[in-house]
Structures are given as structure tokens and as C-alpha cells.
T-cell receptor, first 116, second 113 residues
Framework: EDKVVQSPLSLVVHEGDTVTLNCSYE??????LLWYKQEKKAPTFLFML????IEKKSGRLSSILDKKELFSILNITATQTGDSAVYLC????????????????FGQGTILTVHP | DVKVTQSSRYLVKRTGEKVFLECVQD?????MFWYRQDPGLGLRLIYF???????EKGDIPEGYSVSREKKERFSLILESASTNQTSMYLC????????????FGPGTRLTVL
């Protein structure tokens, strides 16, 4: 059974701090790892990672994947109150036939609270 | 811009009622998904569909069924709602392929009394 574990489950910081969110996984036939941000609405896509060691970056957010150690981190630098959200990590696996329908297994999420 | 819409944002039903949750996407995506989200448990996949009239069970299909008669529409059905089905239900769609990602609807918060 595919499994995704995120840590910490919750985090409280002040504006300007840098945070690192962790995601470890166990999956058969790994295809990709995805990060989403969820405020009080639908999760919105942040990053998709398929290759080890290649950092993906978008503004103050960055993420990297380690396929040998089976984990990913999401970094947020110079946090702002607008970064307060639940951050979701998910993995996608290929089926036995090698295809994928985009079926994702999610972690529990990390609740990030950024105080002014 | 991808749009996934769900029929209701909030819904209150009584135990034993039949409940329909509808999801519509406007991007001609092949794949559609239904999740429920509960505190501390993250998103859990109930059912997904990779084509019209095709469906596959996810991780927690018990107590649910689905229908996909048209490509853009994917319905989740609770045949006889129970209190343990009180949850946030999220629909998503995706195109498949190497660059697939899922786009989520706003969610339906269902309360079963």
C-alpha cells in the first residue's frame, strides 16, 4: 500500500522566518511527487517533481526530491501571513501496466500559521 | 484557465437519505476523482474515472458509488448517508500523461445528521 507521511503536522512561525516542510513516501512504481497549497478552498498546485536533485523554484517557494532516500522538502523563505495554509504532499504511482491515471496518495498535510 | 465546479458548497442531510454530489470540469480532461478530506487524515481517494462509464475504486469506496455518463461530469452518490460520511468532499480532474496534475473544485462540506 502506498504511503505518504508529512512532518511536522503543524508549524507556527513569524513573518520573515524560513520554514522547511518534509514529505516521506513509500510507493511502488513511483512516477511523481506533487505539492499543493490549500487555503480555505480548493488545493492549488505548487510543484511536480519527477527527478532527484533538481530544485523547482517559484518565488519564495522551492522544492527538491530525493528518490534514493524517498523524501521531498518544501522550503518557504521570508514567510508572509499569506503563506498560512495547509501544505499537501502527494505521490503518483504507475500502474502495473505502466500507465497512470493520475491517481494520487496524499499525506496528512502540514498546517502552517504565519503570525505578523 | 481550468475550472472544476461542484454543485454545492454546503449540504446538510439526514441519516439514510440518498445524496448526490456533482462535479463538472470544462477542460476536456479524461480523468476525474472524488476525495474526502478529514482532519489529520489528509485527502483520501474514494473513486476515480479515466473515461466515460469507466470507474475504479480508490482507497475508501465503501458506502459510495459514482457515475460518469458524460466526459465533463462525475457524480458521487451516497446511497444511504450515515453520520460517519460527514466530511469535506473534493472533486478533481486531470488530463493524464507525463505532465498530469490534478485541478480541484472548491469542495462540498457535507453534514449528515
Amino acid at each position: 500500500e502506498d504511503k505518504v507521511v508529512q512532518s511536522p503536522l503543524s508549524l507556527v512561525v513569524h513573518e520573515g522566518d524560513t520554514v522547511t516542510l518534509n514529505c516521506s513516501y513509500e510507493v511502488t512504481n513511483f512516477r511523481s511527487l506533487l505539492w499543493y497549497k490549500q487555503e480555505k478552498k480548493a488545493p492549488t498546485f505548487l510543484f511536480m517533481l519527477t527527478s532527484s536533485g533538481i530544485e523547482k523554484k517559484s518565488g519564495r517557494l522551492s522544492s527538491i526530491l530525493d528518490k534514493k532516500e524517498l523524501f521531498s522538502i518544501l522550503n518557504i523563505t521570508a514567510t508572509q501571513t499569506g503563506d498560512s495554509a495547509v501544505y499537501l504532499c502527494a505521490v503518483e504511482a504507475k500502474s502495473a501496466g505502466g500507465t497512470s491515471y493520475g491517481k494520487l496518495t496524499f499525506g496528512q498535510g502540514t498546517i502552517l500559521t504565519v503570525h505578523p | 484557465d481550468v475550472k472544476v465546479t461542484q454543485s454545492s458548497r454546503y449540504l446538510v442531510k439526514r441519516t439514510g437519505e440518498k445524496v448526490f454530489l456533482e462535479c463538472v470540469q470544462d477542460m476536456d480532461h479524461e480523468n476525474m476523482f472524488w476525495y474526502r478530506q478529514d482532519p489529520g487524515l489528509g485527502l483520501r481517494l474514494i473513486y476515480f474515472s479515466y473515461d466515460v462509464k469507466m470507474k475504479e475504486k480508490g482507497d475508501i469506496p465503501e458506502g459510495y458509488s459514482v457515475s460518469r455518463e458524460k466526459k465533463e461530469r462525475f457524480s458521487l452518490i451516497l446511497e444511504s448517508a450515515s453520520t460517519n460520511q460527514t466530511s469535506m468532499y473534493l472533486c478533481a480532474s486531470g488530463s493524464g500523461g507525463n505532465t498530469d496534475t490534478q485541478y480541484f473544485g472548491p469542495g462540498t462540506r457535507l453534514t449528515v445528521l
